[in-house]
């Protein structure tokens, strides 16, 4: 199982996801990591026809800034709505305060449900939310997890980054979906 390459570690390491399959670990960049992927920002429907259904690539997201992204299961569920997005939301400003240019969060979802959490979060003047309405971001990274069982299908396992400058800086991922130990503005803040 994936979780079992997971390996902990306090302070200022961060939780190695997939390295010894070669996904995404700290010092990977994560562009190359998942070449060709997009993602779509969270907007309304006429928003996305205006625009085209327009994705921004990866590399204009993360390139010559320092941000911080966390993904999660899904909207409207019940730790990402009641803890992981309203961590990084009252938070905004410590992490401003330490040179951080965005927060992103990011799950599989079309950016027109991740739009209307948004709103309902009150979070959309403090993070950026995109979908990877397909996973294949989350695939690249190794992060996609089955939860058929939950009715949800395939998502997103819960995690955090530190990405500067497309490096990966601190890459944080959760044993299970409901657990939110290590992905939160918290700690995310500890290793920057």
Avoid at 7 to 36: E, Q, T
Avoid at 82 to 109: E, R, T
Avoid at 147 to 173: E, P, Q, T
Wanted: include cysteine; aromatic fraction near 10%; charge should be neutral.
């Amino acid at each position: 199982m994936a979780s079992a390459l997971a390996r902990r570690a306090r302070g200022s390491a961060a939780v190695l996801w997939g390295a010894a399959r070669g996904f995404a670990s700290v010092g990977s960049d994560i562009v190359s990591v998942a070449p060709g992927v997009s993602l779509q920002k969270a907007r309304s429907w006429d928003e996305g026809v205006a625009t085209k259904f327009s994705t921004t690539p990866l590399k204009d997201i993360f390139y010559g800034k320092k941000v911080v992204i966390f993904g999660l299961p899904g909207a409207y569920t019940g730790v990402c709505s009641q803890a992981h997005v309203p961590s990084y939301k009252n938070n905004i400003d410590k992490l401003k305060a330490k040179g951080i240019d965005s927060v992103i969060c990011v799950a599989v979802n079309d950016p027109y449900v991740l739009n209307g959490w948004a709103e309902k979060l009150q979070a959309k003047d403090a993070i950026e939310f995109y979908g990877d309405f397909d996973g294949s971001f989350h695939k690249s990274l190794d992060l996609e997890i089955d939860l058929s069982a939950a009715l949800l299908g395939h998502r997103s396992h819960r995690w955090s980054a530190f990405i500067d400058n497309g490096k990966i800086k601190s890459f944080n991922v959760e044993e299970a979906p409901s657990d939110f130990k290590v992905s939160s503005a918290e700690v995310i803040l500890d290793q920057i």
